[in-house]
């Protein structure tokens, strides 16, 4: 999640300061993900740094108020006009867990599924108990497509816990793990290719 640009976008709705831009994400965002106000007057010193923000004068309550540069505007339009691309070899820890776990001896990959099909389905289960009743309107709508998201997780990685479940039974012998490598890995860069000639 960037903090840095959902500041920014909130900002762009006008000046706010740091107890408001918390108050402002989480009512925005149905309060599934709430941000430190520490990490929000981190990300704003940041942001003026950088240029994007600037702070306003305190009012008589003490607040301070931070406006959006013309630059952070564009940093924030930017942000909510383009996809969100996940980063390539990005590491998940579940999968990254259960591939290791199936190459080591002695580890019941089985028993470790099971743990963490449990531990999804109560994380489901939380998120579709029933809540207060939500204010209708755009806060209720924007809290539900958040807490949609994260049940939508929740559902693929029980598809995928079966799906490693299933590769796993089709592949007994794995069972036995794997030895450590003899072969030494060779340090330094790979090789460079030979440039063709044409």
């Known amino acids: 999640m960037s903090v840095r640009q959902s500041l920014l976008a909130i900002l762009d709705q006008g000046a706010c300061y740091g107890y408001q831009l918390r108050a402002e994400f989480e009512r925005r965002t149905g309060s599934t993900s709430p941000l430190n106000v520490g990490q929000i007057y981190n990300t704003l010193e940041r942001l003026e740094r950088d240029g994007l923000v600037a702070r306003g004068e305190a009012d008589e309550h003490g607040h301070v108020y931070w406006r959006i540069t013309d630059t952070g505007r564009i940093e924030a339009r930017d942000w909510l006009d383009s996809p969100v691309l996940r980063a390539p070899g990005a590491r998940d820890e579940l999968a990254i867990k259960l591939a290791l776990a199936a190459t080591l001896p002695g580890v019941d990959v089985g028993v470790l599924i099971r743990r963490q099909r449990q531990a999804t389905l109560a ?76």
């Open 123 to 198: 994380h489901l289960r939380r998120l579709r108990e029933p809540r207060p009743a939500p204010r209708s309107g755009p806060e209720e709508l924007a809290g539900s497509l958040v807490v949609d998201h994260l049940a939508f997780q929740a559902e693929a990685e029980l598809r995928w816990l079966d799906h490693v479940e299933e590769r796993l039974a089709a592949h007994p012998d794995h069972a036995i793990g794997l030895e450590l490598a003899t072969e030494r890995p060779k340090r330094g860069r790979p090789a460079k290719a030979p440039l063709a000639v044409a």
